[in-house]
């Protein structure tokens, strides 16, 4: 069975930092592309940045460009996001998630983590 289950999220103040980590298990993601995705209340869910497993290959949203960071670990299995120069408005659920390189549909989604900015 698949599971993907984020950590990392809490309370910062406006301009801090928090990493975000999803520990991926349950099949291989080889062919696979690991995505950050976020929703505030009230808002639609909102693509942040994808990595390929295998290549390390990352593409971001643009208004996260220059202040997210995605990453991965082979070996952990985990893949992480960087966030830094937070904004209240970046207070949101954070979601991560798997995709088949050949669909694009994300197919497997972790629980979520809470990710709160006070300015």
């Known amino acids: 069975q698949v599971h993907l289950v984020e950590s990392g999220g809490g309370l910062v103040q406006a301009g801090g930092s928090l990493r975000l980590s999803c520990a991926v298990s349950?099949?291989?993601?080889?062919?696979?592309?690991l995505g950050w995705f976020r929703q505030a209340p009230g808002k639609e869910r909102e693509f942040l940045s994808h990595?390929?497993?295998?290549?390390?290959?990352?593409y971001y949203a643009d208004f996260v460009k220059g202040r997210f960071t995605i990453s991965r670990d082979n070996a952990k299995n985990t893949v992480y996001l960087q966030m830094n120069s937070l904004k209240p408005g970046d207070t949101a659920v954070y979601y991560c998630?798997?995709?088949?390189?050949?669909?694009?549909?994300?197919?497997?989604w972790g629980q979520g983590t809470q990710v709160t900015v006070s300015s």
């Open positions: 998630a798997a995709a088949k390189l050949t669909q694009g549909r994300y197919e497997y």
């Open positions: 349950g099949r291989t993601f080889s062919s696979y592309f």
């Open positions: 990595i390929t497993w295998s290549s390390g290959s990352t």
